[in-house]
């Protein structure tokens, strides 16, 4: 009989593993026992900071590396792998593959893009602690860990909506990239969830020495749609707030029944019992 082949869980957190309201992840709390038992590892993939995530990581009792700032960084807890992946640095414990330009270069941006729509937009920065609180409903000190940003900059938008799309090609024409998230405007480099998995993906088989991985992406989100359609299967989560996303597959598709973590359990729940979960999720 030959080896199984090794499994990967890449998952959201606002929505997905958390709850959308209460952030408890308490209804997946046996299922991630379970995965750990496995040693399947579970890797947050989020628009979350690294200060963030560390917070809610050591809550989760994960020690496994985790993806920042919409796919902008991966985390990897030094020692983890043998080496250190190729294109990564050592900052702080970890070896990060950062996917995207550092904050400071969007903020001159920003700052470049300021006169020519005056009172226009307000970003997370000029904002500060206060101001992201007041934008967000955020903690004071919630806002301080959200400020705390290495690669990417949100912005809200206050003008009218073709000002907006000037804003965005304004901001294109200057090398950056604008997501559109729930609230706000995200500004990075070129760079995705889905691309952050993809590349993490690569170095775990790498390191595993397999030649292929079973994978399942989670998320519930527009900014979820390119790692669930990078990922062998996709778990949709159903939201409270919005419809399901988009995706541009159709088979390996997942959609829940549970919002938030209990959509997360069902779903990954079946994928870690179906034998070759691939063909397990129909469209
Ligand atoms: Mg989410």
């Not at 796919?71 to 992946?85: H, K, N, R, S």
Request: glycine letters at 10%.
């Amino acid at each position: 009989m030959s080896a199984p082949v090794p499994r990967l869980v890449f998952t959201d957190l606002d929505g997905s593993l958390l709850d959308h309201q209460s952030y408890s992840f308490a209804p997946a709390t046996p299922l991630l026992a379970e995965l750990a038992a496995a040693c399947i590892p579970v890797v947050p993939v989020t628009s979350k900071t690294r200060v963030e995530i560390e917070a809610l990581r050591q809550q989760l009792d994960n020690t496994h590396p985790f993806i920042v700032e919409n796919g902008a960084a991966v985390f990897i807890p030094q020692g983890y792998f043998e080496q250190a992946p190729h294109g990564t640095e050592e900052v702080d414990g970890y070896w990060v593959k950062a996917m995207s330009g550092p904050r400071q270069r969007w903020l001159d941006l920003l700052d470049k893009l300021r006169p020519q729509f005056e009172g226009e937009f307000e970003n997370f920065y000029r904002a500060g602690p206060a101001g992201i609180a007041a934008m967000t409903g955020l903690s004071p000190e919630g806002a301080v860990l959200a400020n705390q940003r290495e690669y990417s900059e949100p912005v809200q938008w206050r003008g009218a909506d073709d000002r907006k799309a000037a804003f965005v090609q304004a901001l294109t024409l200057q090398g950056a990239h604008a997501l559109q998230g729930g609230r706000f405007l995200t500004i990075a480099g070129d760079c995705d969830k889905g691309r952050a998995l993809d590349w993490l993906r690569t170095e775990y088989r790498r390191a595993w020495q397999a030649s292929a991985v079973m994978d399942i992406a989670v998320g519930d989100s527009g900014n979820d749609v390119a790692m669930l359609d990078a990922a062998g299967s996709a778990l949709l989560v159903r939201s409270p707030v919005h419809d399901f996303p988009e995706l541009k597959r159709d088979s390996g598709v997942m959609r829940s029944a549970g919002y938030g973590p209990e959509g997360w359990v069902e779903g990954v729940g079946q994928w870690l019992a179906a034998e070759d979960p691939h063909k397990h999720f129909k469209g």
